[in-house]
């Protein structure tokens, strides 16, 4: 019985310094519009077709991204090198970003319901990691990999 009521303790304490985390690093000051949030992203300007083009179109490799406590619901993005990427990145709960360091992109911290915008030429070829920068997100399991061919 003293066992179980100890072990009780212990979860009721790990879970309300779990919450005192996540609202210490909520992003209030990091919230606004999608165009704010565009601007101050390290990104590659992707540009618009010129009317020469004879109204083609530039093709651009989308992909939609969605975080959630310890996880990305894709493992693995795949592209041609040189080819033009967008991912927009989803946060279902909690407060995440989406970082590739060897390409140094990365959006800002985000919360539950908010999204951001990465748009990057692949142009250098191999195996990337992307990750939750926020707290040990990325230990406890927050990462994928983004293949450029």
């Known amino acids: ?3 179980n009521l100890i072990l009780a303790v212990i979860a009721i304490a790990i879970i309300a310094v779990g919450a005192a985390f996540v ?3 909520s992003p209030t ?3 606004g519009t ?3 949030i565009e ?3 390290p990104t590659q300007e992707v540009t618009e077709p010129s009317a020469s083009d004879s109204g083609a179109t530039e093709n651009v490799k989308e992909f939609t991204v969605a975080g959630s406590p310890f996880k990305f619901d894709i493992k ?4 041609k090198r040189g080819e033009k990427v967008k991912i927009v990145f989803k946060n279902a709960a909690g407060t995440h970003n989406f970082s590739i360091d060897e390409l140094n992109l990365k959006t800002p911290v985000i919360s539950g319901g908010e999204e951001a915008v990465l748009e990057f030429t692949a142009d250098k070829a191999g195996t990337f990691e992307y990750y939750c920068s926020v707290g040990n997100h990325k230990e406890m399991g927050m990462v994928g990999t983004l293949v450029v061919e």
């Open 1 to 3: 019985m003293n066992r």
């Open 23 to 25: 609202v210490k690093n």
């Open 29 to 31: 000051q990091n919230r």
């Open 34 to 36: 999608q165009n704010q």
């Open 39 to 41: 601007s101050a992203l």
């Open 76 to 79: 693995e993005i795949r592209v």
